[in-house]
């Protein structure tokens, strides 16, 4: 038995604790553990190297992904897809840990489907993947925003400023919710809740005139343009408005202590489902306990939105 890991769209703070759970789970089994470089496509081009344990020493802290990652449009195309397997195959490769987002999971699919044993780990900032609560990064990036708003909030209260921040979650409004709660924002705007500009102004302008010394506005990206929004804001409100775009500074740094035991949990995991003779799965953390679905299964269910929090976070503000 031979286990080959990549990683795949996107990186996310923790995927390097992730490949060295596989890795160090596979050699503590006996098993021929294989690295696969620059994600689908160092299968096609056949970037693919034996590892041992010492390839994975010192990177549990390190931020971003050693296997490096790639995006590859042609992968959908099943001569593509061949030439990845027949890679694999010549190498006595039959078993695959792909760690990623949706994205990686749709090509982890046609994998599965065209023989290969596939296992996938949830890796993504945005927390957008279903039948999971976590996605390994979501929780190194959340910190990484509300350690932003927490400065910004500052600089507006000593400015008497209302700041309109951008954070990332392109089809998942999790990153905006969840930060927007723990750093007391006075609004939150997602795509699940959808955006009321004219509500949103209204009670920004109420917020001003009952004396608030300053604003926080986390907003999803790809809903409105900020710096457009704040000029509105300004005119209509009396505040004193500054957009600020996060942007990509949100997945890069060290992974929180949470992201790594998850990031571990997750990646021996895989190994132990492989070892069982489960393929075509993905693993998830539900209620602090792991578990495994069907991909298409993973790909078709809706996830699930927290409209508590969202409540909660209203009564609050």
Known sequence: MKIAVLTSGGDAPGMNAAIRAVVRNAIYNDIEVYAVFEGY???????????????????????GTILRTARLVEFKEKSVRKVAIDNLHRLGINHL????????????????????????IPGTIDNDIALTDFTIGFDTALQTIVDAVDKLRDTSSSHHRCSLIEVMGRY???????????????????????????KMLEDLKRN???????????????????????????????????????????RGGRPTAFDRVLASKMGAYAVDLLIEGVSGECVGIVGNTLVHDKIEKVLVTPRFVNLKLYHDSEKLR
């Not at 496509?41 to 931020?63: A, C, H, K, Q």
């Not at 990623?100 to 065209?114: F, I, K, P």
Request: one cysteine or more.
């Open 208 to 250: 001003r005139l009952e004396g608030k010394r300053h604003a926080l506005v986390i907003i999803s990206e790809r809903i409105i343009d900020i710096k457009e929004l704040s000029k509105e804001v300004e005119e209509y409100t009396g505040f004193e408005t500054r957009p600020t775009v996060l942007g990509y500074v949100q």
């Open 41 to 63: 496509r160092g299968l096609v081009e056949n970037l693919i190297m034996p590892v041992d344990r010492t390839f994975v020493s010192e990177v549990i802290n390190r931020g």
């Open 97 to 120: 840990v792909v760690i990623g987002g949706d994205g990686s999971y749709v090509g982890a699919l046609r994998l599965s489907e065209e023989g290969l044993n596939v296992i996938c």
């Open 172 to 198: 998942c409004g999790d990153l905006a919710l969840y930060a927007g709660t723990a750093s007391g924002a006075e609004l939150i705007i997602t795509g699940e809740r959808g955006f009321d500009k004219q």
